[in-house]
């Protein structure tokens, strides 16, 4: 069944779990989550990134939707790390209904101004907006320590920022990275604490492959209740594509099983599986 993304964070926070939010760009992605979901009884977002949307356009869109409406367990559709005025306006003509206006790319006040002017337009059509504050890179590689800090989500901007533009969810940044980490992993745990202070949305975080899990649960502890999958599920579907498949139906069962175990992986190390029996009392 399709539900909102406020909602099902709404739950994650009440249960003191996380929901995951995994980016999918085709049928077999879709299936493998939806799957996992439905065997974990746990609630999952199916999540499209701008270059999967720009490459699948309204019928990826429709497939999501569709999936979400038969699925027996809630499913929310969200678009992810949109910065483009266009798109979220295609998305929103398409059905979509929870969307990530990314201004993080911006300065403070041009972000601020950007997602205050796309979270009105969204709100008018029933929709919840997630946005990002502070700058989540792709690598730490090359970083200095005053260079990474000044990445990082700033407590007392992130209150001021979410009141002027009243926004959903806030994603933040405390030393995560898009991608796979190549050292050791190092969040700034006093950080994420001193948000969760200072505002009152649901915060999610992006950009947990490789991280220990014992550091996902302490985000969890602290108020992180979306987390965002991608590289991990990628990679199980890549490695498919270098096996030896005589049959195109054979390799694409092969991905979703792949894919599939991985987000399984990720719903028991979130906590949410048995969410979705709670959510239907």
Same mark, same amino acid.
């Given at each position: 069944?399709?539900?909102?993304?406020?909602?099902?964070?709404?739950?994650?926070?009440?249960?003191?779990?996380?929901?995951?939010?995994?980016?999918?760009?085709?049928?077999?992605?879709?299936?493998?989550?939806?799957?996992?979901?439905?065997?974990?009884?746990?609630?999952?977002?199916?999540?499209?990134?701008?270059?999967?949307?720009?490459?699948?356009?309204?019928?990826?869109?429709?497939?999501?939707?569709?999936?979400?409406?038969?699925?027996?367990?809630?499913?929310?559709?969200?678009?992810?790390?949109?910065?483009?005025?266009?798109?979220?306006?295609?998305?929103?003509?398409?059905?979509?209904?929870?969307?990530?206006?990314?201004?993080?790319?911006?300065?403070?006040?041009?972000?601020?101004?950007?997602?205050?002017?796309?979270?009105?337009?969204?709100?008018?059509?029933?929709?919840?907006?997630?946005?990002? *504050?502070?700058?989540?890179? %792709?690598?730490? #590689?090359? +970083? &200095?320590?005053?260079?990474?800090?000044?990445?990082?989500?700033?407590?007392?901007?992130?209150?001021?920022?979410?009141?002027?533009?009243?926004?959903?969810?806030?994603?933040?940044?405390?030393?995560?990275?898009?991608?796979?980490?190549?050292?050791?992993?190092?969040?700034?745990?006093?950080?994420?604490?001193?948000?969760?202070?200072?505002?009152?949305?649901?915060?999610?975080?992006?950009?947990?492959?490789?991280?220990?899990?014992?550091?996902?649960?302490?985000?969890?502890?602290?108020?992180?209740?979306?987390?965002?999958?991608?590289?991990?599920?990628?990679?199980?579907?890549?490695?498919?594509?270098?096996?030896?498949?005589?049959?195109?139906?054979d390799v694409m069962t092969a991905a979703v099983a792949a894919m599939q175990a991985v987000v399984s992986e990720k719903l028991r *190390?979130?906590?949410?599986? %048995?969410?979705? #029996?709670? +959510? &239907?009392?």
């Amino acid at each position: 069944m399709q539900v909102s993304s406020a909602e099902l964070l709404a739950a994650a926070r009440s249960y003191q779990c996380a929901v995951g939010a995994f980016n999918i760009y085709n049928l077999e992605g879709v299936k493998a989550v939806i799957g996992a979901a439905e065997a974990l009884h746990s609630p999952v977002v199916l999540q499209i990134h701008p270059a999967a949307l720009t490459f699948g356009e309204r019928p990826l869109i429709a497939l999501c939707l569709a999936a979400a409406d038969q699925a027996t367990v809630p499913v929310s559709i969200h678009l992810d790390h949109c910065s483009s005025a266009d798109a979220i306006s295609l998305a929103l003509e398409a059905g979509m209904r929870s969307i990530m206006v990314d201004g993080s790319q911006l300065d403070y006040e041009a972000n601020r101004s950007f997602t205050s002017e796309q979270t009105a337009q969204i709100h008018t059509r029933g929709g919840v907006v997630e946005a990002e *504050l502070g700058r989540i890179s %792709g690598s730490e #590689d090359g +970083l &200095s320590v005053p260079e990474r800090e000044a990445r990082m989500t700033d407590p007392i901007l992130a209150a001021d920022y979410v009141a002027q533009t009243g926004v959903d969810m806030l994603a933040v940044c405390i030393g995560n990275v898009h991608g796979r980490y190549r050292g050791e992993v190092q969040f700034d745990f006093g950080r994420l604490a001193a948000i969760r202070k200072s505002v009152s949305i649901p915060l999610v975080l992006h950009g947990t492959s490789g991280v220990p899990n014992e550091l996902v649960r302490r985000c969890i502890d602290l108020g992180v209740c979306k987390f965002n999958v991608n590289t991990e599920l990628r990679e199980a579907y890549m490695n498919v594509l270098r096996q030896t498949h005589h049959d195109l139906i054979d390799v694409m069962t092969a991905a979703v099983a792949a894919m599939q175990a991985v987000v399984s992986e990720k719903l028991r *190390l979130f906590n949410s599986v %048995g969410l979705a #029996d709670a +959510l &239907s009392k």
